[in-house]
């Protein structure tokens, strides 16, 4: 896609549009891709045409987390790690709503691992937007649990020896109706890529590869902000990783777009038919009152 | 209705319920119609009840995967503006605790029941204690404001129940519903028809937003010190946190504003207690010793007050209801005349720390009790006898030390 093309689909979309302007500037480093993200989201959000009255965005703690407060909709920044599981009560009792989830590596597969899980398992229609930048970056840059094998963090002076998540691999096999992931290099295909999380009818997962430059990439020696956004474009698979071990948690290819789509049926929607059938029983007992209760 | 119909409709209200039961009850007619859990002995059979309850009232029950997921559920389902509700016993208001302190910070209304078994940790699952007072109140980390309510019947966690939810929806606060494994599986004749009279507070409503989105600021609080919760979808737009927040709800760290805006949430229940407090006063007037307790601890007090009369001794109860905020008045008030003060309780003295300090140096007798046994109603009176007669011993009565 040429720059040209780029400006052009991008011309009706004016990010300031869905941004609280009362909360700039805001706090992101120099650098940081999060921002980045962030835009393609509300790119995507605004294609879709989603009512800000009608969108809600859920976040965790960490710099992901700190994401939802300059969204003009709806925004919850809840504890570290349960974003997913205010967000399944929020979704559950207010289906009319755009439930989106922006969470951080540490806040989703460490902290909130169980919910992750969990919500790919249940299947209840929410967009879960993973900004993974293989960091603790609020904390002052401590090993997550994507870190690459031998990046130097401050917890791991000497270069980290867990292996570390696959998480596409990992909301695959437990069960998510809709699985991606992109990196910030590609705000385009980002944007694409969101936008049919976005538009799927159940849990939809969607990975962010972003680069943490203050932190991550200058104890790594990483090069500029600008050095580490090309080294994704470099290749298919994000080179940031490409000198990292293979282990049975993550390969060295990590592909990106779509890589898992079902239809199971969504949660929200089997409940509400369940629920439906045991009303109708109450009443068929109420009406029966001999028959019907013990 | 046919004439034999007629005459039964009365008694239609009568039931026959457990604990538990009668608190799933309570919570849909008080309107609650999101309910999270996990499964936890001895409160299972709420969420039981509610996940076929529910759907009846076109509401949603959900199992989550662990006990933070199923506050945390709870929380974003009131956000959405429903009232909504958990359930669990003592480890999992262990777990729940940071997102409690969450729901009090944000001001989020919603609904915790305790009901507590022996501890610590995984203690006796299916025996009764009462050692999770302090924990209601103090819990999480920080400083924070909590209502704790104390039934002490089937029929009180029912009515009580319905004014937990009645004062998280005014006073935009979680309010936990604390009792003991006992009263939660003890199964009682109770009479649900007289509901309008449990109201804690007028209307037992949310104050939702209204006038121009410009004009609206989510926690700038009115005379009566609660903001105004605006719906998602209403056209507000607002952030919610648990960082300090400004009255526009974006996080600060000014010392004045912080100041100012925690200041506000600490002291926000100080002009309501009239609706929070409650408590039973039985015979405190002319009583000498003066028991105070809560849950089947007051259930045995009472008997235990009955033998004493029987005999002779002037003995009351002062059972709080509302545990926290405590009625310190009231306590102070029902035992100025009496000579001692007993608090027979299922730990190893959490209501007698705070009995002691609300009544400033006063001597408190406690009975302790901590391996899963209820203390008996003969267990208490003799102890009630021992302090009339060592107190008469000490000098004449009606002459408060």
């Known amino acids: 896609m040429s720059a040209t093309t780029m400006l052009d689909s991008a011309a009706e979309f004016d990010v300031r549009d869905y941004l609280r302007a009362e909360m700039m500037p805001h706090f992101l480093c120099p650098g940081c891709g999060h921002g980045i993200a962030l835009r393609a989201l509300l790119w995507a959000v605004h294609e879709l045409g989603i009512d800000k009255d009608k969108l809600a965005v859920v976040s965790g703690i960490g710099c992901a987390g700190r994401l939802s407060a300059y969204i003009d909709a709806n925004t919850f920044h809840v504890t570290h790690g349960r974003p997913l599981a205010y967000a399944t009560g929020l979704a559950l009792a207010r289906p009319d709503l755009h439930v989106i989830v922006i969470t951080g590596d540490g806040d989703c597969l460490a902290i909130g691992g169980n919910h992750l899980i969990h919500a790919c398992r249940r299947n209840l229609k929410l967009t879960c937007l993973m900004l993974n930048n293989e960091v603790y970056g609020m904390t002052g840059g401590q090993v997550s649990p994507t870190t690459s094998e031998m990046r130097v963090t401050s917890t791991t002076p000497l270069g980290n020896t867990e292996p570390h998540f696959n998480a596409c691999a990992l909301a695959t096999a437990a069960g998510a109706g809709f699985v991606g992931r992109e990196v910030t290099h590609h705000v385009p295909k980002l944007k694409e890529l969101i936008k049919a999380g976005l538009e799927h009818p159940g849990f939809a997962f969607v990975e962010v590869l972003t680069d943490c430059t203050e932190i991550f990439g200058r104890k790594n020696e990483m090069g500029s902000s600008a050095e580490m956004v090309l080294r994704q474009k470099s290749d298919l698979r994000p080179s940031a990783y490409r000198d990292t071990v293979d282990t049975p948690f993550r390969s060295n290819d990590l592909p990106t777009g779509i890589l898992a789509r079902t239809d199971r049926p969504e949660y929200g929607a089997a409940y509400r038919r369940g629920a439906a059938a045991i009303k109708s029983a109450a009443a068929k007992a109420a009406a029966n009152p001999r028959k019907g209760k013990s | ?401």
């Open chain 2, 1 to 401: 209705m046919n004439a034999v119909d007629t005459v039964l409709a009365p008694k239609a209200a009568m039931r026959l319920l457990s604990g538990n039961h009668a608190c799933a009850l309570g919570a849909i007619a008080a309107g609650c119609r999101f309910f999270a859990g996990y499964p936890i002995t001895p409160s299972s059979e709420i969420a039981e009840r509610l996940s076929r309850g529910l759907p009846e009232v076109d509401g949603v029950f959900v199992q989550m995967e662990d006990e933070i997921a199923s506050i945390a559920a709870v929380i974003g389902a009131s956000m959405g503006g429903v009232k909504s509700m958990t359930a669990t016993s003592g480890p999992g208001f262990s777990l729940k605790q940071e997102n409690l302190g969450y729901a009090a910070g944000a001001e989020i209304p919603c609904v915790i029941v305790n009901v507590m078994r022996g501890g610590p940790s995984t203690g006796m699952p299916t025996r009764p204690a009462q050692g999770d007072i302090m924990q209601a109140r103090w819990g999480s980390h920080g400083d924070y404001p909590i209502i704790a309510l104390a039934p002490a019947s089937v029929r009180e966690i029912y009515t009580e129940t319905i004014r937990a939810f009645n004062l998280a929806e005014t006073l935009r606060t979680p309010v936990v519903v604390l009792y003991d494994q006992v009263i939660a599986q003890l199964t009682e004749t109770v009479e649900l028809g007289d509901v309008q009279n449990v109201s804690g507070v007028a209307g037992g409503e949310r104050k939702w937003a209204s006038g121009p989105r410009e004009a609206y600021q989510p926690y700038a609080a009115d005379q009566d010190g609660i903001p105004a919760m605006s719906r998602p979808g209403a056209g507000y737009r607002v952030h919610t946190t648990g960082l300090n927040h400004a009255e526009n709800g974006f996080p600060t760290q000014h010392p004045e504003v912080v100041d100012r805006n925690l200041g506000r949430l600490l002291t926000k229940f100080d002009r309501h207690r009239d609706a929070i407090d409650s408590w039973q006063a039985l015979g405190c007037e002319d009583a000498e010793v003066v028991i105070v307790t809560i849950g089947i601890s007051a259930r045995a007090a009472m008997r235990a007050i009955e033998m004493c009369r029987l005999r002779g001794l002037r003995v009351g109860l002062f059972r709080p209801i509302t545990l926290w905020p405590f009625p310190e008045q009231a306590l102070r008030k029902a035992t100025a005349k009496a000579r001692a003060v007993l608090v027979p309780e299922m730990n190893t003295g959490q209501l007698s720390l705070e009995v002691e300090r609300v009544l400033g140096g006063r001597k408190v007798d406690a009975i302790h009790r901590f391996n899963g046994e209820p203390i008996t109603p003969a267990e208490i009176a003799e102890r009630a006898e021992s302090l009339v007669k060592s107190s008469n011993a000490a000098g004449p009565a009606g002459e408060a030390k």
